[in-house]
């Protein structure tokens, strides 16, 4: 009985999973695709759709958690790869690449973010990359790396703004997806303090570091 039970519950995520996977997909076809057009997408059947989910704005909840969990895999993975001793600077290029990469599917997500009904939601998953950010901001700083005109907990908050503003640029084709992830880094190091020399330096570091290391593919694995 036990096994059934453990059976039937995997099975249930699994098919929430792939209804997760098919609202991704009918969502990019078209951004107002309701639940029966997630089910067509799925080839499961509206009931099924409807017994995980009771309406279209619980769904895009669903997957705005998602896309935060992907938010903390990719702090998490920056934090334990961090080699001892690697500049500050690095470190923060090689997050704001990783946050990209964990995001970078609920793209059309990202207005979310700034929307006061789902305010609460976003700080419950951005919670560990803002902290993060705001460690090597003043590792930074502290190290003779970044200017300090600003303060660094004002900073981060842009530094927040920065990923959904590239979000919009890609969406209304002014830029390529696939420079987006080094231009997330660029910005950001640029709004933290860095002259340009140096901000191209550490983010040419971070991904030859995050190649090597299969950061991406890693957060790739986690979706």
Same mark, same amino acid.
């Given at each position: 009985?036990?096994?059934?039970?453990?059976?039937?519950?995997?099975?249930?995520?699994?098919?929430?999973?792939?209804?997760?996977?098919?609202?991704?997909?009918?969502?990019?076809?078209?951004?107002?695709?309701?639940?029966?057009?997630?089910?067509?997408?799925?080839?499961?059947?509206?009931?099924?759709?409807?017994?995980?989910?009771?309406?279209?704005?619980?769904?895009?909840?669903?997957?705005?958690?998602?896309?935060?969990?992907?938010?903390?895999?990719?702090?998490?993975?920056?934090?334990?790869?961090?080699?001892?001793?690697?500049?500050?600077?690095?470190?923060?290029?090689?997050?704001?690449?990783?946050?990209?990469?964990?995001?970078?599917?609920?793209?059309?997500?990202?207005?979310?973010?700034?929307?006061?009904?789902?305010?609460?939601?976003?700080?419950?998953?951005?919670?560990?990359?803002?902290?993060?950010?705001?460690?090597? $901001? =003043? !590792?930074? @700083? %502290?190290?003779?790396?970044?200017?300090? &005109?600003?303060? *660094?907990? +004002?900073? /981060?908050?842009?530094?927040?703004?920065?990923?959904?503003?590239?979000?919009?640029?890609?969406?209304?084709?002014? $830029? =390529? !997806?696939? @420079? %987006?992830?080094?231009?997330?880094?660029? &910005?950001?190091? *640029?709004? +933290?303090? /860095?002259?340009?020399?140096?901000?191209?330096?550490?983010?040419?570091?971070?991904?030859?570091?995050?190649?090597?290391?299969?950061?991406?593919? %890693?957060?790739?694995?986690?979706?």
């Amino acid at each position: 009985m036990q096994g059934n039970t453990r059976r039937r519950r995997r099975d249930a995520e699994l098919n929430r999973g792939s209804l997760l996977e098919a609202a991704l997909e009918a969502l990019l076809r078209d951004p107002s695709a309701g639940l029966d057009a997630v089910a067509a997408t799925a080839g499961l059947s509206r009931r099924t759709v409807y017994g995980h989910f009771a309406s279209r704005d619980e769904l895009v909840g669903a997957l705005a958690d998602r896309a935060g969990e992907g938010l903390v895999t990719a702090v998490r993975q920056v934090r334990a790869t961090a080699p001892p001793g690697q500049c500050p600077l690095t470190t923060l290029a090689r997050l704001e690449l990783a946050v990209w990469h964990g995001i970078e599917p609920y793209r059309l997500l990202g207005n979310l973010a700034a929307r006061p009904e789902h305010r609460a939601r976003v700080t419950l998953h951005t919670g560990e990359v803002s902290q993060y950010r705001r460690e090597l $901001l =003043e !590792a930074g @700083r %502290a190290a003779g790396e970044l200017t300090s &005109t600003v303060e *660094a907990a +004002a900073v /981060a908050r842009l530094l927040q703004a920065v990923p959904l503003a590239v979000f919009d640029a890609v969406l209304e084709g002014e $830029l =390529e !997806a696939a @420079r %987006a992830g080094s231009v997330v880094a660029l &910005t950001a190091l *640029a709004v +933290a303090g /860095a002259d340009p020399a140096t901000a191209r330096q550490h983010v040419g570091a971070a991904l030859t570091a995050d190649a090597a290391g299969g950061l991406e593919h %890693a957060l790739k694995e986690h979706r």
